[in-house]
């Protein structure tokens, strides 16, 4: 782990001078969401990831979290790095992320990947989020825990995993309540600025999510990719929210040749 000269723990492994490929986790969450990844993504290119602001070990933000600040603490790291064009794969929060960086620095990016990330809600799935975040803010991350944890995993695997599931309790009741509270307002709200973005995302993108992702449901991945030129989409049968954690497998493969198809027309990146 490296910490950037403005506070963003991180990790970059992976072939000097591979294409870079970039993974965001979601709210609440630390790069180590991606431990099943990396493995297999460092054999091709190279890979970071990075805590967000007020995560795990980065610094809590000197704003307001927003999108834009979000966006902002990627923009930071990889002008730290000497890191000129990326593909970016981004779960949940982290799929708004990387649409905002998309959108507002489109040179960057050269593909997208939008895991189990929201998009424009109907007005009871709206209010149902904001009554979330409220929650959260009355009680902190511990208010509202259990309830995320059924919507993020499957019964079976919160029965025979229970170590993973604890592993993950601890990651989110660990943050810092006020940071936590604010960030999940923009995941709450945060949607609003990239429904049908102006100007439209171009770089090639693959959109994927889970069969039973309450949150981020089918018909959101497919709205997505609807405003996306030449976007593809992938369900993942039987899962939830987290079933990149439940089955990493299932989305490495998927993302591997999505980013095989795209990136070898380009070349090496950094």
């Not at 049968?237 to 027309?265: T, W």
């Amino acid at each position: 782990m490296t910490r950037s000269r403005t506070g963003t723990s991180y990790d970059l492994v992976g072939p000097s001078g591979a294409p870079v490929v970039v993974l965001v986790h979601g709210l609440g969450l630390t790069r180590a969401t991606w431990d099943g990844f990396v493995p297999v993504f460092k054999q091709d290119y190279r890979v970071l990831t990075y805590d967000l602001c007020g995560h795990g070990d980065s610094d809590l933000p000197q704003e307001k979290p927003s999108l834009s600040v979000l966006s902002h603490q990627l923009l930071n790291l990889l002008d730290e790095l000497g890191i000129a064009r990326v593909a970016i794969a981004g779960f949940s929060l982290g799929g708004m992320i990387n649409r905002r960086f998309t959108i507002d620095h489109p040179e960057r990016v050269s593909a997208l990947v939008i895991l189990n990330s929201p998009h424009e809600r109907s007005p009871e799935a709206q209010r149902l989020v904001e009554e979330r975040a409220a929650q959260t803010g009355a009680g902190g991350p511990a208010a509202t825990i259990d309830a995320t944890l059924e919507r993020w995993f499957t019964p079976e695997f919160r029965k025979n995993s229970a170590d993973v599931v604890a592993k993950i309790r601890a990651f989110v009741i660990a943050n810092n309540a006020d940071n936590y509270t604010r960030n999940r307002q923009v995941l709450a709200n945060g949607v609003i600025e990239l429904i049908r973005p102006k100007p439209p995302i171009t770089a090639p993108t693959l959109v994927m999510t889970c069969e039973h992702d309450s949150g981020s449901t089918p018909s959101m991945s497919h709205a997505i990719a609807s405003e996306i030129e030449n976007a593809e989409t992938v369900i993942v049968p039987g899962l939830q929210h987290l079933g990149l954690i439940e089955r990493p497998e299932l989305f490495i493969q998927p993302i591997l040749g999505f980013l095989a198809s795209q990136l070898s027309k380009i070349g090496a990146t950094a």
